[in-house]
DNA sequence: TCTGGGGTCCTAGGACCC
DNA sequence: TCTGGGGTCCTAGGACCC
């Protein structure tokens, strides 16, 4: 048996966690540059707010409506995620963390009778010791467990807890289960799938030529298939490294110039090499992409370029220069660029790097010593010039929260009147 | 004027080997 | 004029997730 644990709206309900008068009016969390809608109150959910929507489509008329928009604040998403998965650890045997609002527990020595009376006690227990609602899903696989979740969470008479124990009881949910709503059938699959005649979820498990599944949707959709028929494909994957790193954003304004976009990737590697350090990696090779932005009439332009370095690296600094090097190459002037990112693979474990003759000293300590004081003295105290210092191009962010958990400069305060 | 960011997995097809 | 068969490895691009 698999349980999926799903905490309801996240990031709204991590902004209520210390904001109590946000409980009662709609509110949504904009993504980076306050662009798109990306967690919506049910209130919010309730005026119509379009998930994934631009947001300067529904400003206007969501603020007339009472309705409060706040910029998103991942240090606070974060901490607060890792409190409830801390949580989970202590209440199921195996965890999985799938996502920063979801785990999947692997349910071994559970009787189907305790089942239901867990699922209710880890509802309890999260909201009591965090404050952050979730909704639970218990199933024979994850599929199964996914499809419940959504059910506990959509469906009020289950009060947040649904468990799909029967066939008989699966089946009678699968039947009214639209087939684009399963997990990992996409706008895509679900138009092929439509195609056949398949509109629900039943349709799908009964559905007999599994060549033509293969065919259409190749292996992920014969799994999708098959966990749907009760048999488990997808096991509790353990916490594995990342295989990519990438920082990629938006620029507030339009960049016109090379400097600025130099600024930008500067910025970009820099963030992308910190994380490669945190996981004690090194890559091997850089790639980078600079583009316009496709919503606008103006004239389009984008490149995607490589650098393979040597020697696998994690130092910073190199790391730029190359960086820089393959941006003088795609970079062409006259364009209104909107958006630019890094991204580090071909990832290695700082220990396995292969050494040879020929290879110069990293330059280690140096590098060391920047992570430490920026971890002492705050996130970028101190960092390659290029960086720049004003970032005119620099993101919107303009409606953001204080990093109430992380960050004593900022900590919640409680005022007695 | 303003439309996110960070990931994973799968497959076809190219390039190469003997 | 005729030009095989069996294999591996790698990557770009598509589709999906939250």
């Known amino acids: 048996m698999f349980a999926l644990v799903d905490c309801n709206s996240f990031y709204v309900s991590c902004e209520r966690l210390f ?17 798109c809608i990306i967690s919506r109150s049910t209130e919010a959910k309730e005026l119509g707010i379009p998930m ?12 007339a409506k009472g309705g409060v928009s706040v910029s998103s604040n991942y240090c606070l998403y974060q901490d607060v995620s890792q ?38 006690k880890i509802k309890k227990t999260i909201y009591q010791n965090i404050g952050i609602p ?14 419940a979740g959504q059910i506990a969470k959509n469906n009020h008479l289950f009060n947040g807890v649904c468990f799909l124990e029967s066939i008989v009881t699966q089946e009678k949910f699968m039947a009214d289960f639209p087939i684009e709503c399963l997990w990992g059938i996409g706008r895509k699959s679900a138009l092929k799938l439509r195609s056949f005649n398949i509109k629900t979820a039943l349709d799908f498990k009964n559905f007999s030529n599994t060549y033509l ?42 960049v016109y110039s090379l400097e600025e976009l130099q600024e930008a990737i500067a910025n970009y590697v820099t963030k992308a090499a910190e994380k490669l350090r945190q996981q004690q990696s090194c890559c091997k090779l850089l790639s980078l992409y600079i583009r316009t932005s496709p919503f606008q009439d103006t004239s389009q332009y984008s ?47 700082e220990n396995q790097i292969q050494l040879d003759f020929f290879q110069q000293q990293e330059n280690s300590k140096l590098i060391k010593s920047l992570d430490r004081i920026n971890q002492q003295f705050g996130s970028l105290s101190i960092k390659s010039a290029s960086c720049g210092t004003e970032n005119k191009w620099r993101m919107k962010s303009e409606y953001k929260s204080k990093r109430y958990t992380t960050q004593w400069s900022e900590i919640a305060e409680v005022k007695c009147i």
Request: aromatic letters at 8%; proline letters at 4%; glycine letters at 8%.
């Open 134 to 147: 979730v909704s639970v899903g218990i199933a024979p696989t994850k599929v199964l467990a996914k499809m």
């Open 19 to 35: 904001n109590p008068s946000l409980r009662t009016k709609p509110l949504i969390v904009l993504s980076n540059n306050d662009g």
């Open 52 to 63: 994934g929507g631009a947001y300067f489509k529904v400003k206007k008329e969501f603020e």
């Open 303 to 349: 490149r995607y370029a490589h650098f393979e370095f040597p020697h696998p690296t994690n130092d910073t600094l190199k790391m730029i220069k190359c960086a820089h090097n393959v941006l003088k190459d795609i970079y062409r002037p006259g364009y209104k660029y909107q958006k630019a990112g890094v991204i580090l693979s071909h990832l290695i474990q």
């Open 213 to 254: 599944v293969q065919k259409t949707l190749t292996k992920t959709g014969r799994q999708i298939q098959d966990e749907l028929r009760g048999i488990s494909c997808l096991g509790l994957n353990a916490i594995q490294e990342r295989k990519a790193i990438t920082s990629t954003r938006s620029f507030g304004r339009g």
């Open 83 to 120: 409190r409830v998965m801390r949580e989970l650890e202590a209440l199921a045997p195996q965890i999985e963390v799938y996502s920063i609002d979801e785990a999947f527990l692997c349910l071994k020595g559970f009787s189907s009778k305790e089942l239901l009376a867990w699922g209710k």
